[in-house]
């Protein structure tokens, strides 16, 4: 019987940095590959493997954080960097799989480091439009390097960029409205529905704006508002045409079906997502002042294709998004158009074919 082919994934750190191995993961299985991955037992990422019951086998490293600002704890992360790529190495060099992918997050760093030690062949994936910091150390030990949007080909060796696209998960395209109709106890669906996707941590800044004009919303449209955890307001329960919600799981799937427009923030995943489904929205990026620009340079390549209506963070205020609101579904038809126009590509298939081609 011929030996099964073995493969490693990383990543960690947010459910974004997992969620695109949990899309591949499956499809290696089916094909009858051995299935590993490497990440942090105390991460997210062991928590997301764990619950999505998948037949792989996890092993856990140490970790360290990598930052961009001077910390005394800079100097303890490098000696745990340091033993995480020893212990990368001792795990690559017993298993022997013939690639590794990577999606990034710091606990990846040790690992893609580690393949190109053991000439393992390692696939890493950049969402953003420019690397981030782990991505950009991570990139010297790849052997490919896949990206969502064209722009940034420019920030990648040449001889390493492949434009991928981002794999969807395939169960976004089959929710079903009525499910989400029921759960937000809307009576009917006579009036467009909005949907404001805030990430599981949610946004003060973005559910301030929101439910100062709730009353002028409710009057179009009814609102599914996922504020994120701990920001649920008790005073709005009840309400009719508003349905607010910590966070959705399996039932995010079921809320963008009944969904005619979203207002969501600039994550790579999170407006991929939005192009795929082809839902008119307006995005918030998260600014440059609060992180390290990713989200606002996301939003502005949407806009610039016509795919999104862009309210910076600064100038987010009750009157800017209940006039982006109107404008965005006055003109819905016009942004589904372009969306559908995008050329998208068969990011899955793309990414395995990539990752066949380079494995031994």
Known sequence: MAKSKKIVFTGGGTVGHVTLNLILIPKFLKDGWEVHYIGDKHGIEHEQIDKSGLDVTFHSIATGKLRRYFSWQNMLDVFKVGWGILQSIAIIAKIRPQALFSKGGFVSVPVVLAARHCHIPAIIHESDITPGLANKIA???????????????????????????????????????????????????????????????????????????????????????????????????????????????????????????????????????????????????????????????????????????VIEEENLTDQTLLTAVKEVYSNKDKYIK???????????????????????
């Not at 009814?222 to 910590?246: M, P, R, W």
């Not at 963008?256 to 999170?270: K, T, Y």
């Open 139 to 309: 990139i010297k030990g790849a052997k490919k390097v896949c990206c969502n949007f064209p722009e940034t080909m420019k920030y990648l060796p040449p001889e390493k960029a492949v434009l991928t696209g981002s794999p969807i998960r395939q169960e976004l395209f089959k929710g079903n409205p009525q499910n989400a109709l029921h759960l937000c106890n809307f009576p009917d669906h006579s009036k467009p529905v909005l949907l404001i996707i805030g990430g599981s941590l949610g946004s003060r800044i973005v559910n301030e704006a929101v439910r100062k004009i709730l009353p002028e919303l409710l009057k179009e449209f009814y609102v599914i508002h996922l504020c994120g955890k701990g920001n649920l307001d008790n005073s709005l329960t009840g309400l009719l045409g508003y349905a607010q919600f910590e966070y959705a799981n399996e039932e995010l799937t079921d809320m963008f079906a009944l969904a005619d427009i979203a207002i969501s923030r600039a994550g790579a995943n999170s407006i991929c997502e939005l192009l795929a489904l082809h839902k008119p929205n307006i995005l918030i990026p998260l600014s440059a002042a609060a992180s390290r620009g990713d989200q606002v340079l996301n939003a502005n390549s949407f806009k610039k294709q016509g795919f999104s209506y």
């Open 338 to 360: 372009n969306m559908s126009e995008s050329g998208q590509m068969d990011s899955i298939s793309t990414i395995i074919s990539l990752i066949k081609e380079q494995s031994k």
